[in-house]
Antibody, heavy 129, light 107 residues
Framework: QVQLQQWGAGLLKPSETLSLSCAVYGGSFSGYYWSWIRQPPGKGLEWIGQINHRGSTNYNPSLKSRVTLSIDTSKNQFSLRLGSLTAADTAVYYC???????????????????????WGQGTTVTVSS | DVQLTQSPSFLSASVGDRVTITCRASQGITTYLAWYQQKPGKAPNLLIYGASTLQSGVPSRFSGSGSGTEFTLTISSLQPEDFATYYCQQLDSYPFTFGPGTKVDIK
């Protein structure tokens, strides 16, 4: 059974950088886009971005200037860094996966006829001085 | 960005009721829509993908339909464990946006 186990610092100060990692246990690592989603307290879900095993990334434009996703295929892990934090970045952060679809034998995209089918347990991040 | 709206935002229902939640997209997204259930303190759980395909392990009382800009999630007979918040998400174009959620509460 596939599991995503995430970790990282939970209490940060304004202007600091958030750093979270997510390890994948079981299943294919190359067959998915690996995603980050966040949820502010009492609010809805916001898609942050995704990365595949080749290091190809897609980011939410609202966060793109502050976000970096990276991947370590040797460890089946991927990571999120979010800089210049403010209180508005206080949220539960989740990692999740979405299956890859291959076009023309070479172009990898997240399968639009799918969804985020496995999620991490969530990490609460609080930004406060 | 594709904007998703959900209605209602809050729903009070009884065990055994038939419940329908609507998700509308600001532009056509064919059938590239997923539905999730989230319980307090837990990660969301995928229910439906491709607008109408039931995720493995999800009870058959859940169903999805729609295409283009209007989609529905139906629970045919509400069970106690179904009281939760439900979100739609589009995977048609970046960023992959979510709807604001529909909270289903006990009447």
């Amino acid at each position: 059974q596939v599991q995503l186990q995430q970790w990282g610092a939970g209490l940060l100060k304004p202007s600091e950088t958030l750093s979270l990692s997510c390890a994948v246990y079981g299943g294919s690592f190359s067959g998915y886009y690996w995603s980050w989603i966040r949820q502010p307290p009492g609010k809805g879900l916001e898609w942050i971005g995704q990365i595949n095993h080749r290091g190809s990334t897609n980011y939410n434009p609202s966060l793109k200037s502050r976000v970096t996703l990276s991947i370590d295929t040797s460890k089946n892990q991927f990571s999120l860094r979010l800089g210049s934090l403010t209180a508005a970045d206080t949220a539960v952060y989740y990692c999740a996966r979405v299956p890859i679809k291959i076009y023309g034998g070479a172009i990898l995209v997240p399968d639009p006829d799918s969804g985020l089918d496995v999620w991490g347990q969530g990490t609460t991040v609080t930004v406060s001085s | 960005d594709v904007q998703l709206t959900q209605s209602p935002s809050f729903l009070s229902a009884s065990v055994g009721d038939r419940v329908t939640i609507t998700c509308r997209a600001s532009q056509g997204i064919t059938t590239y829509l997923a539905w999730y259930q989230q319980k307090p303190g837990k990660a969301p759980n995928l229910l439906i993908y491709g607008a109408s395909t039931l995720q493995s392990g999800v009870p058959s009382r859940f169903s999805g339909s729609g295409s283009g800009t209007e989609f529905t999630l139906t629970i045919s007979s509400l069970q106690p464990e179904d009281f939760a918040t439900y979100y739609c998400q589009q995977l048609d174009s970046y960023p992959f946006t979510f709807g604001p959620g529909t909270k289903v509460d006990i009447k």
